[in-house]
């Protein structure tokens, strides 16, 4: 049974710091992708940034330069390293795990994977 479990989050200010961590257990890398989603309220889940099982990257634009994904496979757990924090980044997020490709990278669309974690909410005050 696969079983992903997210923690980090909190309420930080403008411009700081966040690391997201998502420790999965059952679940095996082979040729599929991992990713962070976010939902803020009223708005419908986006896909904010997956790495594929090869270490292939993909960020949404509006995280390009700012958040960076990883994943350590020793201890079975992968990150987001959120800087540059925005009000608008506000909201609930997501680990996410058995995920499909599209050619060479990752999809960054909800359908596209099979499981998920319970969230882990991030705050960011004006």
């Known amino acids: 049974q696969v079983q992903l479990v997210e923690s980090g989050g909190g309420t930080v200010q403008t411009g700081g710091s966040l690391r997201l961590s998502c420790a999965h257990s059952?679940?095996?890398?082979?040729?599929?992708?991992m990713g962070w989603f976010r939902q803020a309220p009223g708005k419908k889940r986006e896909g904010v940034a997956a790495i594929g099982s090869d270490g292939n990257t993909r960020y949404a634009n509006s995280v390009k330069g700012r958040f960076t994904i990883s994943q350590d496979n020793a201890k079975n757990i992968l990150y987001l390293q959120m800087n540059s924090l925005m009000p608008e980044d506000t909201a609930m997020y997501y680990c996410?795990?058995?995920?499909?490709?599209?050619?060479?990278?990752?999809?960054?669309?909800?359908?596209?994977?099979?499981?998920w974690g319970q969230g882990t909410q991030v705050t960011v005050s004006s």
């Open positions: 059952g679940y095996t890398y082979n040729s599929q992708c």
């Open positions: 996410a795990a058995g995920g499909a490709y599209s050619g060479s990278w990752c999809f960054l669309s909800e359908v596209a994977y099979n499981y």
